[in-house]
């Protein structure tokens, strides 16, 4: 058989002609051959396309959905934080970021020469951003992104020099107060990636503005509020091009307004006469509320700073300023309480029944008590003579208290002062709170210093609030407000309390009435007698009643303390102070003054009526009550 | 004229061909293409100058000329290798601010020198080995259009020559022969299905019985190019390898050589039944889809005009390919019948490899669609293609 197939025409005749009619029919079958793959290869196109179009329709819808959508994060306006006499304390401002618009590197060289001396751009940095540039052709390059309102007015004026440009605006937050309220109201910045990882911020994306410090940090989810989405859409390049039609923006919720308790006014009165070189706080509560008027730590610094990014050279000098500004001495430090502890000993003995308030001690004071072997001294190195126990505390006498302590007993003032909540945090609504220190019984001693590394006579350092005590300002004030309500305070809070659910502590000071007055007529000698050790500070118009104290600190000086509340007949305020190392010359005890100034500033912004202090009776005679 | 309908679908092609051009240009940052659709009208204008003049010539004195045509088209093919320039590849040659092909020219150059030689009326060759001549003449442009280098573009011509062979009714099993070390070639790539191959080469060998020597030359032919499969594979460029692979699985290199396909499928597919509407896809519009005016035209229209526009797109080229090949059958003058059916060949390889490769049938070559993509020389060529094959009509 020779080659066939459906090949040519006659095998007979190799070589020879083949006719026309055999090359048409030969046409006519491969032809048909031919038309039959066409039509095949058509099929098969179309049964791609149907596999694509129609089958396929929903997902490559999807995908090119996909390829050009991108959904952009509108930041919310951050909600305003007003003081209790809606003062601003935190604010949103425009802030304006510059940027320079794709175009041609010779147009960009010319408008970074242009705005070099706008910005202060040094040469450098001019050629860094001009490389920045050239790098991403298609996308607008960022070069400052906080630029003063006056630069960008300026700009703006002289549009025509600057066409490749654009001034974008963003809220920015702001603190009208600055350093009078750095610490409790804290500072907001860029969020974190450990901050991410936080279930409360699940919803929060890279980028975000999130409050780092106090109010800020506290109340930043209703603060905060919702970012909107836009919907844009990109090209190939990933250049916006447009808002997506198909969906519409999503509006940003802005974040809730917030109102405190504080007082603006306190803050910057306390700002202002703190004295300069020292280092310490003050915190001051409405005892009837429990809101916090006033928590001041000093030194302090900017927060506006902190704002947008804090550059380096600046955080690094806050950070290693030997003052630590950025400490909140009024919450998060601790200090032995001093003699401000000895109204915490009066209360136990006087509601437990260890001693009256016109009791005497044993031992009169010549300047020191004998314990044993050892010797523990008095302040006034001549001596208090003989004292009861409201003038002991008018006058401050350490003996008196040793004496106390030591009736009261060690397990009697562990277990006691261990009720009074002195063991803990208060729970105000701010972070960075420390809670104070005490030992909560014997067992403490022992751990810490082996069962035979200790004697009783760890009591009578704890009686004059030395040893293993420390405390918080907050705390201190805390008790002396159960003291001058005698009600279990409220959580103190900075929230006004009409949003607030008032929650009272969980420990009772239980002081009968009669004994608490007698206590509060002891404090208010102190401030209004001669002979008192805070009289150079008393009120003309209200009587502040109160507790000086000078803790003894192995570090140096001793602090100088005062707690303390006015009017003592009807408590408004409730201020407790400290100044580290603030004895100088060991006469002046510089918180005394600071708080005094600060309350009488309180009681007359908010219109209380005077009621002038009683001159002082007979020194037995103490009624605390006043018409 | 020689088939009035059959000129007219190629002009409605072509006028469809600008208006989609056009849409490619619609994109949102403006690039050249914006402009596109214009110097394609102009080239438009020229073809058809060309087809007037073309389709006056008598098939005789294109016979006479074709020799001549065949060796410039050559000589440009070799010119090219020497001044020509292009992206990648040196395939263009640019004088007086125009930009021209040769190795469009060569295919048709080609097409002429094959009718030329296989339209006499002698039995038709069935011994591979006499086939020398046509194999000649196709191997000559075909190396020189590879050492571009320009792979789609070559592989036409093998299509070609054997369109050329099929219509001049060589035997199907000697066209098998020819074809079989290239077949052999793709299959080296695994021992066991080039070995079924083989198997199936050699069954076939024996149960038509050609001469000892072509039999010979067959089987050492297969061998060789199994062999040669893997160095040749080898040798390629990375970018060439990385275009027959991401064909297999686009998934490979989504960024880089797979894009083009994911895009243009992702293009295709949001197209739906009725497409976005002419002017608006968004993959064309955003620059998701390169290429969008020559490879990926098909593209275009399948976003754009969803399903149905593409059934009427190719309708509109079934109607006119099988329009072509009956114009082949129906004409008695041999030269321009295999001229016309390779005509038919070489644009329907076009269609296939250029439309199958907007939908993932076919790896990425680069091939233009005829009357639809950008491209000046190849519109010309073209046009003329439908001169020639109007005045086969014409003188049937």
């Not at chain 1, 250049?239 to 910057?268: C, M, N, Q």
Request: glycine fraction near 10%; charged fraction near 15%; hydrophobic fraction near 45%.
């Amino acid at each position: 058989m020779n080659s066939g197939g459906n090949g040519g025409g006659n095998p007979s005749r190799p070589g020879g002609v083949r006719s026309q009619s055999d090359v048409d029919r030969m046409r006519g079958r491969r032809a048909r051959l031919a038309l039959g793959l066409l039509f095949g290869c058509l099929g098969v196109l179309v049964a791609a396309f149907l596999r694509l179009q129609v089958a396929g329709q929903a997902e490559y819808t999807l995908q090119s959905t996909q390829n050009r959508l991108r959904a952009i994060s509108m930041p919310p306006p951050r909600g305003s934080i007003y003081d209790r006499r809606g003062r601003l304390l935190a604010e949103n401002v425009p802030g304006y970021s510059l940027s320079l618009l794709p175009g041609s590197p010779d147009s960009a060289r010319a408008t970074l020469d242009r705005l070099a001396p706008w910005l202060g751009l040094t040469a450098n940095e001019r050629d860094d951003l001009y490389q920045r540039f050239r790098q991403r052709p298609g996308s607008a390059l960022l070069v400052r992104d906080d630029m003063e309102p006056a630069i960008v007015a300026a700009i703006e004026e002289r549009r025509p020099e600057f066409r490749m440009v654009l001034i974008d605006t963003h809220p920015r937050r702001r603190y009208p107060a600055g350093t009078a309220i750095a610490h409790v109201i804290g500072y907001v910045s860029e969020i974190s990636e450990s901050e991410l990882e936080i279930p409360d911020f699940e919803s929060y994306e890279a980028g975000r503005t999130i409050g780092k410090k106090g109010i800020e940090r506290e109340y930043e989810l209703s603060l905060g509020g919702t970012p909107g989405v836009r919907f844009v859409e990109v090209n190939a390049r990933g250049s916006i091009v447009g808002e997506f039609g198909p969906r519409p923006s999503v509006p940003a919720v802005p974040g809730e307004d917030l109102t405190l308790g504080l007082d603006l006014e306190l803050h910057l009165l306390a700002d202002s006469i703190f004295p300069d070189t020292m280092k310490g706080g003050v915190v001051a509560l409405d005892p009837q509320t429990g809101e916090v008027l006033l928590l001041y730590s000093h030194p302090t610094f900017d927060p506006n700073l902190f704002v947008g990014g804090i550059s380096f050279p600046e955080w690094a000098s806050l950070r290693d300023d030997p003052m630590q500004p950025l400490l909140n001495r009024a919450l998060s430090a601790l200090y032995p309480p001093g003699s401000t502890w000895k109204p915490v000993l009066a209360s136990l003995a006087l509601r437990d029944g260890v001693a009256g308030i016109k009791d005497y001690m044993p031992s009169a004071c010549h300047g020191s008590l004998q314990y044993g072997n050892r010797t523990f001294h008095c302040w006034k190195h001549s001596g208090h003579g003989r004292l009861d126990m409201s003038g002991a505390i008018k006058e401050s006498c350490n003996v008196f208290f040793y004496q106390l302590g030591q009736r009261i007993g060690l397990d009697g003032l562990l277990s006691g002062v261990s009720g009074l909540g002195f063991n803990g945090r208060t729970g105000i609504d701010i972070p960075g709170e420390t809670g104070g220190r005490y030992p909560p019984n014997r067992g403490w001693y022992d751990e810490r210093f082996g069962p035979r590394g200790w004697t009783e006579s760890v009591t009578l350092n704890l009686s004059i609030g030395q040893g293993e005590t420390e405390q918080s300002l907050l705390r201190m004030a805390q008790f002396y407000a159960a003291v001058a309500t005698g009600q279990p305070p409220i959580i103190p809070h900075l929230r006004r309390s009409e949003v607030m659910e008032a929650r009272r502590v969980d420990w009772r000071l239980d002081l009968p009435e009669e004994r608490r007055q007698e206590l509060i007529a002891a404090l208010a000698r102190v401030v209004n007698e001669p002979g008192g050790t805070a009289y150079s500070v008393r009120l003309a118009d209200w009587t502040l009643a109160g507790k000086t104290g000078t803790a003894q600190n192995p570090h140096g000086e001793a602090h100088s303390w005062f707690v303390g509340f006015a009017p003592a007949e009807n408590p408004r305020i409730v201020i407790a102070a400290i100044v580290e190392n603030g004895h100088p010359d060991n006469t002046r005890s510089l918180a005394v003054p600071l708080a005094s100034r600060l309350a009488h500033r309180f009681l007359t912004d908010e219109g209380i009526p005077p009621s002038p202090p009683r001159e002082p009776a007979a020194a037995s005679a103490v009624s605390g009550a006043s018409p | 004229m020689g088939d009035p309908r059959f000129v007219f679908a190629a002009l409605a092609l072509s006028v469809f061909g600008i208006a989609m051009i056009y849409s490619a240009g619609l994109t949102d940052i403006p690039t050249p293409v914006s402009n596109a659709w214009k110097r394609q009208s102009v080239w438009l204008m020229v073809s058809i100058v060309a087809f007037a003049v073309a389709s006056r010539v008598p098939l005789r004195w294109l016979e006479w000329l074709t020799p001549w045509i065949y060796g410039l088209a050559l000589a440009l093919l070799f010119a090219v290798l020497v001044v020509g320039s292009g992206p990648g590849t040196r395939s263009w040659l640019k004088f007086a601010g125009f930009s021209f092909q040769p190795a469009e020219l060569a295919k048709l150059a080609t097409i002429l020198m094959l009718a030329m030689t296989l339209s006499g009326r002698e039995e038709p060759e069935t011994r591979l080995l006499r086939l020398w001549r046509p194999l000649l003449i196709t191997f000559a442009p075909f190396v020189l259009v590879l050492a571009q280098p320009d792979l789609g573009s070559a592989v036409t011509f093998g299509v070609i020559l054997i369109c050329a062979l099929f219509w001049a009714g060589i035997p199907l099993f000697t066209i098998f022969m020819l074809v079989s070390p290239g077949v052999s070639l793709l299959l080296g790539w695994s021992a066991t299905v080039w070995g079924a191959w083989f198997v199936l080469v050699i069954l076939l060998l024996y149960f038509h019985r050609p001469y000892m020597l072509e039999a010979v030359a067959v089987a050492v032919g297969n061998l060789a190019a199994g062999a040669l499969a893997t160095p040749l594979w080898n040798s390629l460029a990375p970018y060439q390898q990385n275009r027959l692979l991401v064909f297999l699985n686009p998934g490979i290199d989504p960024r880089g050589a797979g894009w083009h396909l994911i895009q243009s499928r992702v293009a295709i597919g949001s197209g739906g039944w009725l497409g976005q509407g002419f002017g608006d896809g968004p993959q064309k519009r955003l620059s998701f889809l390169p290429e969008q005016h020559t490879d990926f035209i098909f593209s275009v229209i399948g976003e754009e005009l969803g399903f149905v526009g593409v059934l009427v797109v190719l309708a509109a080229f079934g109607w006119l390919l099988h329009r072509v090949v009956r114009i082949a059958v129906g004409s008695s003058q041999n030269f321009g019948s295999i001229l016309t059916f390779s005509l038919f060949g070489a644009w329907f390889a076009h269609l296939v490899i250029n439309i199958g490769m907007t939908v993932g049938l076919m790896p990425v070559t680069g091939l233009p669609l005829p009357f639809l993509s950008y491209g000046g020389t190849f519109l010309l060529m073209t046009f003329i293609g439908v001169a020639l094959i109007s005045r086969t009509a014409l003188e049937s």
